[in-house]
């Protein structure tokens, strides 16, 4: 059976579906000294996920710089304190390095942020939002796209907390570590998916008809879940 897709997916329906969490290694980066060797180890993978955080901020007059660069391959995810290390000149290097690809999500958003540490030439980054919409799919968001593929939640709770702190809390690292691994798994299913044709794509236009084509698909999972 051909995976079912959806051009919009509404928030609602991820209510009920299991939540993503991360059981992979995440380390921490905070000493300057320490960004080069974790480099050489993540340009030496054939592919990154990428993605940034931000101390949020509550107020017009109060504005926070990138505080966090996450990196992840299949198997780790660095978690650069840029508020610690600094933009070295090894992070420079990732960050304009052209042989790995670097997959991310409104990735322009966050190179700009990046920009505003210290200035350098993106290298290869691949937007898996631009990608997505080769199949059909409208929204975009990274939280919409992972429930949309995979039928799985991620949580966005730990957002607004404060990325700045003395030491990140294990929530924090779970959220920043999926963000940036997440886009791996979506850009490789895209591929996936493009090349065998095994997807089913349904085009919603209005909120009535996604409750509608949702109700009826349920209904057809559960009639086959008792073998009918």
């Known amino acids: 059976m051909k995976?079912?897709?959806?051009?919009?997916?509404?928030?609602?329906?991820?209510?009920?579906?299991?939540?993503?969490t991360y059981d992979k290694n995440i380390i921490v980066i905070v000493a300057p000294e320490q960004t080069e060797r974790a480099v050489d180890y993540l340009l030496s993978m054939p592919i990154l996920g990428v993605d940034t955080e931000t101390r949020p901020s509550f107020t017009r007059k109060q504005q926070f710089k990138c505080s966090l660069l996450q990196v992840a391959t299949h198997h780790n995810c660095f978690l650069f304190r840029l508020n610690y290390t600094g933009m070295t000149g090894a992070i420079v290097r990732l960050l304009e390095d052209m042989t790995v690809p670097k997959v991310g999500l409104s990735w322009h958003?966050?190179?700009?942020?990046?920009?505003?540490?210290?200035?350098?030439e993106p290298g290869w980054f691949i937007d898996v939002q631009d990608h997505m919409k080769e199949i059909g799919i409208?929204?975009?968001?990274?939280?919409?796209?992972?429930?949309?593929?995979?039928?799985?939640?991620?949580?966005?709770?730990?957002r607004l907390s404060?990325?700045?702190?003395?030491?990140?809390?294990?929530?924090?690292?779970?959220?920043?570590?999926?963000?940036?691994?997440?886009?791996?798994?979506?850009?490789?299913?895209?591929?996936?998916?493009?090349?065998?044709?095994?997807?089913?794509?349904?085009?919603?236009?209005?909120?009535?008809?996604?409750?509608?084509?949702?109700?009826?698909?349920?209904?057809?999972a559960t009639q086959r879940g008792k073998g009918g």
């Open 3 to 20: 995976k079912i897709i959806y051009n919009r997916f509404a928030k609602e329906w991820m209510a009920d579906l299991q939540r993503v």
């Open 109 to 120: 958003d966050d190179i700009n942020s990046l920009k505003r540490l210290r200035n350098f």
């Open 138 to 158: 409208e929204d975009l968001s990274l939280q919409k796209l992972y429930a949309n593929l995979f039928n799985a939640r991620i949580s966005k709770t730990e």
């Open 162 to 220: 404060n990325w700045e702190r003395d030491v990140l809390t294990e929530k924090q690292k779970q959220y920043a570590a999926i963000d940036a691994w997440a886009c791996i798994q979506l850009y490789e299913e895209l591929i996936r998916l493009e090349e065998t044709g095994d997807y089913e794509l349904h085009t919603l236009e209005t909120e009535l008809e996604i409750e509608e084509d949702f109700r009826i698909y349920e209904e057809l």
